[in-house]
C-alpha cells in the first residue's frame, strides 16, 4: 500500500495528528517515509474531499488533522478492497 | 540545506502557501533535513499548480497561444531574410603587411566612380539609391590581415555568383591602384596569393537573434496578459 492519501487516513484512523506526527506514524507502520510535499499534497487532496479536516487547537504552525465520518467510509471501503485482493494473491500463492 | 526547502515552499500557489505553508515549514524543521525532499517538494509544488481552475486553464492557454504566435510569426520573418554568401582572395604584400599604405590604395582603388561602376555592371542592389548602394557596397567588404604579409579581401552578397565576381573585381582594382607611384610611393608589391575561392554561406547571426527574441517577447506578452486577467479577476470577485 503506498498510496500516500490511504497511508494518511490509516494513520489519522487511530486519532488526530499533525504533519510530523502522521510522518512518523505512516513510517513506523507502514515502512514508508512520505517526503513533505507528498504529504502535505495528500493532506491537500483529502481536505478538499472532505475526508479530513483540520482539529482546532492554539498552536497554529502543528495543525493537528482529523479523519471525516466520509473519510472512515472510503477508508473501510479502499480497506476491504484491498483485503479482498491480499487474501486472494494468499491463497493463489498457497496453491501454486 | 534549510535555506533551499524553504525557498521550495514559495514555489507552491499563493493560496496554498497561505493555508499550508506555516505547517509545511514546520514539519520541515521537526523533521530534519533531506536531500530527496528538495525533488519531493518540487513536485509537490508542481502539482499543486497544475490544479487550475477554469479561468487559469485558459488564461494559460491564451498565453502560450499568443507566445507561440509571436514565436512562430518572428521564426517565419526570420526564414524571409536571404542568405549571404562571403568570398574571399587573398593578396601577397612584400615586403610586409602595412596596414596605412595599404589603406592608402584600397582608397584610391574603391572610389565612388569606381564603386558604382561595380554596382551598375553587376546590379547589385537593384534599383536602389546609388549613395546608399555604395555605402552598401562598402560594409560588405572586407579587408584583414591574414598573416605578416598576406590580407584577406572579402565581399559578401546575396548571389553567390555575384559574391565572388566582385570579389575578383575589387582585387583587379587594388593590384591597378598600387601600380600608380603617387598612391604607393613606397614601392609596396601586391600581387595575388590567392584568387577569390568559391562562395561559403555566413553564419546568419541576424536570422538566430531573430528566432531568439521571439522566447522574451512571447513571454513578455504572456506576462502582461496574464496582469491583466489577473486584475479583471480581483476587480469581479470583489
Redesign the interface.
Known amino acids: 500500500m503506498s498510496d500516500p492519501t490511504l497511508l494518511v487516513l490509516a494513520s489519522l484512523a487511530e486519532g488526530d495528528k499533525?504533519?510530523?506526527a502522521m510522518?512518523e506514524d505512516i513510517e513506523l507502520f507502514a515502512g514508508v517515509r512520505l517526503?513533505?510535499?507528498?504529504?502535505?499534497?495528500a493532506?491537500?487532496r483529502l481536505e478538499e474531499r472532505g475526508w479530513i479536516g483540520p482539529v482546532k487547537t492554539r498552536d497554529?504552525?502543528?495543525?493537528p488533522y482529523r479523519i471525516t465520518a466520509a473519510g472512515q467510509e472510503h477508508l473501510a471501503e479502499q480497506l476491504a478492497s484491498l483485503n479482498r485482493v491480499v487474501k486472494t494473491g494468499l491463497s493463489r500463492l498457497k496453491q501454486a | 540545506m534549510k535555506r533551499v526547502l524553504r525557498f521550495l515552499i514559495y514555489l507552491y500557489p499563493a493560496w496554498w502557501r497561505r493555508r499550508y505553508g506555516r505547517e509545511l515549514e514546520t514539519l520541515l524543521e521537526d523533521s530534519g533535513s533531506r536531500w530527496r525532499d528538495v525533488w519531493d517538494l518540487f513536485r509537490g509544488a508542481m502539482e499543486m499548480r497544475m490544479q487550475m481552475s477554469r479561468w487559469s486553464f485558459v488564461r494559460i492557454v491564451i498565453v502560450c497561444g499568443i507566445a507561440g504566435l509571436v514565436l512562430s510569426c518572428v521564426g517565419a520573418l526570420s526564414m524571409s531574410i536571404p542568405y549571404r554568401y562571403r568570398s574571399t582572395a587573398i593578396l601577397k604584400i612584400e615586403p610586409a603587411f602595412d596596414t596605412d599604405a595599404l589603406n592608402r590604395v584600397v582608397h584610391a582603388a574603391f572610389t565612388p566612380q569606381a564603386l558604382s561602376e561595380i554596382i551598375r555592371q553587376e546590379h547589385l542592389y537593384g534599383e536602389a539609391p546609388i549613395d546608399g548602394s555604395i555605402d552598401r557596397l562598402r560594409r560588405a567588404i572586407l579587408i584583414k590581415p591574414a598573416g605578416s604579409n598576406l590580407a584577406q579581401v572579402s565581399f559578401a552578397h546575396e548571389n553567390p555568383v555575384q559574391a565572388q565576381r566582385v570579389s575578383q573585381d575589387l582585387i583587379g582594382r587594388i593590384i591597378s591602384a598600387n601600380v600608380n607611384p603617387s598612391v604607393n610611393p613606397n614601392g609596396l608589391r601586391i600581387e595575388f596569393d590567392a584568387p577569390p575561392g568559391p562562395p561559403k554561406r555566413q553564419f546568419e547571426g541576424k536570422r538566430l537573434s531573430l528566432v531568439g527574441l521571439g522566447l522574451p517577447t512571447g513571454m513578455l506578452f504572456g506576462v502582461v496578459l496574464a496582469l491583466i486577467l489577473r486584475r479583471r479577476r480581483a476587480r469581479t470577485a470583489s
Request: hydrophobic letters at 20%; a positive charge; charged letters at 20%.
Open positions: 499533525h504533519g510530523y510522518m517526503g513533505p510535499g507528498t504529504l502535505y499534497g493532506i491537500t497554529e504552525r502543528r495543525q
